[in-house]
């Protein structure tokens, strides 16, 4: 069984700092990984998307891949409240074309 | 962006009836999108592929006769949950892959 493992938290952090977010995953073959944003009654929302071992980054969100490790992060800096929600780690199955996803972290970010 | 576009957003059935959940590609065709059903506070859990032309593939403890998928054009798919029971109420969330998945609106059925 392919598994994507999350820490369901809640992690709080407080209104500017940097939120850490962390995942782990056990197809060694995996190539394509995403973090999703869920807002509670809605459909995931896709923030990032890596490939490559290393850093990605896009306005306040870094994605980070070490495939050895097989590890992805996401950073959110400057955090914000409407930056509270599940974020959810997801990962390309190699043997079907779907995502697995993890259970996600639920963030809170207090004002 | 590409936009993923299902309907109906909310329902409530009773228990025996059928509901047809229809997603659509709205800006790429897509020969494979995906059905996913979520739970409360679960994750989102693959219940079938849906394959443009062919039968869908279904996961390990779907039941196909119970969650007919039908995927006749390059932009649309539809699950039709059959003799629905309370215990098929969750979150239905339709996706298709285009440089990772978009997902549709999400459809939350309630059997009563």
């Known amino acids: 069984q392919k598994e994507v493992e999350q820490n369901s938290g809640p992690l709080s952090v407080p209104e500017g700092a940097i939120a850490s977010l962390n995942c782990t995953y056990s197809?060694?073959?995996?190539?394509?990984f995403f973090w999703y944003r869920q807002y509670s009654g809605k459909s995931p929302e896709l923030i990032m998307s890596i490939y490559s071992n290393g850093d990605k980054e896009d306005g306040r969100f870094t994605a980070q891949l070490n495939k050895a490790s097989q590890y992805v992060s996401l950073l959110i800096r400057d955090s914000q409240p409407s930056d509270s929600a599940t974020y959810l780690c997801a990962v390309v199955d190699t043997g079907r074309r779907a995502l697995t996803f993890g259970s996600g972290t639920r963030l809170q970010v207090q004002p | 962006g590409a936009v993923v576009s299902q309907h109906p957003s909310r329902v409530i059935c009773k228990s025996g009836t059928s509901v047809k959940i229809e997603c659509r590609s709205l800006d790429f065709q897509a020969t494979t999108m995906f059905w996913y059903r979520q739970f409360p506070k679960q994750s989102l859990m693959l219940m079938a592929t849906?394959?443009?032309?062919?039968?869908?593939?279904?996961e390990q403890g779907v039941e196909k006769d119970k969650f007919l998928i039908n995927h006749a054009s390059l932009t649309l798919s539809t699950l039709t949950v059959t003799s629905a029971h309370p215990e098929d109420s969750s979150f239905y969330i339709c996706?298709?892959?285009?440089?990772?998945?978009?997902f549709g609106q999400g459809t939350r059925l309630t059997v009563v």
């Open positions: 197809d060694r073959g995996s190539q394509s």
């Open positions: 849906s394959n443009e032309g062919s039968k869908a593939t279904y």
């Open positions: 996706s298709a892959r285009l440089e990772g998945a978009f």
